[in-house]
Every structure is written in structure tokens, then in C-alpha cells.
T-cell receptor
Framework: GAVVSQHPSWVICKSGTSVKIECRSLDFQATTMFWYRQFPKQSLMLMATSNEGSKATYEQGVEKDKFLINHASLTLSTLTVTSAHPEDSSFYIC??????????FGAGTRLSVL | GNSVTQMEGPVTLSEEAFLTINCTYTATGYPSLFWYVQYPGEGLQLLLKATKADDKGSNKGFEATYRKETTSFHLEKGSVQVSDSAVYFCALSRYSGGGADGLTFGKGTHLIIQP
């Protein structure tokens, strides 16, 4: 099956710094990728839709200036958490669309902000 | 808005037992419904899906039927194996057919199968 690689798998950073998370589709091209966030024992929450070559679409309540998304190519989307704070600590998961309603997910990135 | 409710775990069963994981949803329109499975250290994998009422999705011995009248999509398997131990997520998308849409997930159910 199709593979989506997410990097890094775990990152620890100091409060106030920025962190970039990469999501790559390894063996297919993805015009659309999604970014989700998961808190412990909670469901995945859709944060934004990343479209290649255009601006991301953010879900209600998600700060677009806090969570910068860049989808510069058909195989790469990046999520940058700017000026991270402890409340941004979470598990971030991306998915890439490979066909009609078919999404392949990355293994996720655990962000810990000290 | 859309929401998905699934039974919380962990669910612990013996090998060869019958499995049911309940999932109900709230949505406008005609969503597609999915079950995803996540093994330790891996990304979510699509297990099965159904795109319209009365459709039955099936894969690897797992089945789920899209019940619009009860807004449910319960996951079943007749005889579980130790290798089925994982976290299972029920999810829906807003669109019934083609096109890409972000998913609304349940909280996940941790399934543990004992030998």
C-alpha cells in the first residue's frame, strides 16, 4: 500500500521556539493532505486541509498564524508550530489523499514543549 | 456538527472470540463511514469503508454495515486472533463519494486479544 512518512516522530523543544514537521507521500502524489491533532485519550481532530500550490484551509478554532502549513510540492506538506508553548504539546498526524476518499496516514509526531 | 461515538476500551477478548465494537454517528447529509486500525508505532490504516446506506464494508474477516436508520456502523469479526490487537477508530467524512475531505474520528477503542 501507499506510504506516508512523517518526520520527526518525536520532538522536544523549548517554549517560544518554532518546530517544523514534515509529511511526505513516498510512492504517490498527493494534491491534498490533512493535518490532525490528537490529545491523550481523545479523538483525532482535523486542523487543516493542505492543498498543493494554494493556501491551507483551517478548521474553526485553529490559529493559522500559529500553525503554518506549506504544501510546496505534490509529495511534501509541512506544519510549523510557531512560538510553541506547553499547551501546544500534542500528537500531530498527517494524511495524504491517494484517491476518492482514500487517505493514507503518517505514524504521527509527538511534540513536547518544555 | 458531525460527531462519532464509539465504545471505549480497552476491550479484552480471548482468541477466537466474537468481536463487536460499537460506533454511532451524528452527521448532516450522507457521509461515508470508515474503520481505521492502528498498530503500535504505525500510522492509521484503512480497514474498511461504506459509502451509502445498507452498504457492507469487509476486509480481513472484519465487517461493518452502514445503518442509516440507527446511525450506526458497528465493527464485527467472528473469530479474533492475537494479531488483531490494535486500536480501532471509527470515522466519517462529509462527502459520500469522490473528493477529498477531512475525517471526523471517534476516540478509538483499544482491543487486546489474549491467547
Amino acid at each position: 500500500g501507499a506510504v506516508v512518512s512523517q518526520h520527526p516522530s518525536w520532538v522536544i523543544c523549548k517554549s517560544g521556539t518554532s518546530v517544523k514537521i514534515e509529511c511526505r507521500s513516498l510512492d504517490f502524489q498527493a494534491t491534498t493532505m490533512f493535518w490532525y491533532r490528537q490529545f491523550p485519550k481523545q479523538s483525532l481532530m482535523l486542523m487543516a486541509t493542505s492543498n498543493e500550490g494554494s493556501k491551507a484551509t483551517y478548521e474553526q478554532g485553529v490559529e493559522k498564524d500559529k500553525f503554518l502549513i506549506n504544501h510546496a510540492s505534490l509529495t511534501l506538506s509541512t506544519l510549523t508550530v510557531t512560538s510553541a508553548h506547553p499547551e501546544d504539546s500534542s500528537f500531530y498526524i498527517c494524511s495524504a489523499v491517494a484517491g476518492p476518499n482514500i487517505q493514507y496516514f503518517g505514524a504521527g509526531t509527538r511534540l513536547s514543549v518544555l | 456538527g458531525n460527531s462519532v461515538t464509539q465504545m471505549e476500551g480497552p476491550v479484552t477478548l480471548s482468541e477466537e472470540a466474537f468481536l463487536t465494537i460499537n460506533c454511532t454517528y451524528t452527521a448532516t447529509g450522507y457521509p461515508s463511514l470508515f474503520w481505521y486500525v492502528q498498530y503500535p508505532g504505525e500510522g492509521l490504516q484503512l480497514l474498511l469503508k461504506a459509502t451509502k446506506a445498507d452498504d457492507k464494508g469487509s476486509n480481513k474477516g472484519f465487517e461493518a454495515t452502514y445503518r442509516k436508520e440507527t446511525t450506526s456502523f458497528h465493527l464485527e469479526k467472528g473469530s479474533v486472533q492475537v494479531s488483531d490487537s490494535a486500536v480501532y477508530f471509527c470515522a466519517l467524512s462529509r462527502y459520500s463519494g469522490g473528493g477529498a475531505d477531512g475525517l471526523t474520528f471517534g476516540k478509538g477503542t483499544h482491543l487486546i486479544i489474549q491467547p
